[in-house]
């Protein structure tokens, strides 16, 4: 978990586990299947990839998410989107072209 404000990273973050991040990152993140969380206040600037991504801060750049997408209401996202769920509070501001990729669904018994 990286927590604090005033917390600058420029590089590329790889992990295998769920990310909270609440200062700003420049460059690449990449958690797989897991799940990044963005707080209010957070700046990100970076191509994103993970399976569940919860933006509560300022984005600009690519954000792929696997399984859901949820933009928040204190969310400023600029960029590209690509999920197959995407959820976007009111009072949200986005300025973004979304790619929503068809998930096959399993048939219920």
Known sequence: MMQGQTIVIKGEITS???LLIAGRVEGDIDLGGRTLTLAPGSC???TISAGTVLA???V???V???VRLEIRETATIRGNLESPCLVIADGAQVNV???MPVVERRAVA
């Open 16 to 18: 295998g586990e769920d």
């Open 56 to 58: 509560a801060g300022d």
């Open 60 to 62: 600009e750049g690519t």
């Open 97 to 99: 072209s979304v790619d």
């Open 64 to 66: 792929s998410a696997s």
């Open 44 to 46: 990100v600037n970076a």
